[in-house]
């Protein structure tokens, strides 16, 4: 599966974006799927996930309120709205298939990553 994020850019705190995440080459209906993410210097974290119905999402403690994860399994998109930006939320953002075993709440849980895009919230 081959997964490509886009959506992100440059937005003054307490702004928004939208990132979206298709999927080619096979479904992600059959997975849970997840944002992550990595800053400048940093290891990459984990930021959001949701299950394969889209009933349940899962977030870090960082953009818990803010953020909103969603799907649209016929489109085999995946959506993370970001409201309420802050600096600390620059980073490269990617989706990613959930392919462990383990927590959702790490990223060494994830495979089949994709391209990321950049977020930048500076004013």
């Known amino acids: 599966v081959q997964l490509q994020a886009s959506g992100g850019g440059l937005v003054q705190p307490g702004g928004f974006l939208r990132l979206s995440c298709a999927a080619s080459?096979?479904?992600?209906?059959?997975?849970?799927m997840g944002w992550l993410r990595q800053a400048p210097g940093k290891e990459r974290e984990f930021a959001a996930a949701?299950?394969?119905?889209?009933?349940?999402?899962f977030y870090a403690e960082s953009v818990k309120g803010r953020f909103t994860i969603s799907r649209d399994n016929a489109r085999d998109t995946v959506y993370l709205q970001m409201n309420d930006l802050k600096p600390e939320d620059t980073a490269v953002y990617y989706c990613a298939v959930y392919s462990g075993s383990g927590s959702y709440y790490s990223h060494s849980e994830y495979g089949y990553w994709g391209q990321g895009t950049q977020v930048t919230v500076s004013s």
């Open positions: 949701i299950s394969r119905s889209g009933g349940s999402t």
């Open positions: 080459g096979r479904t992600i209906r059959t997975y849970v």
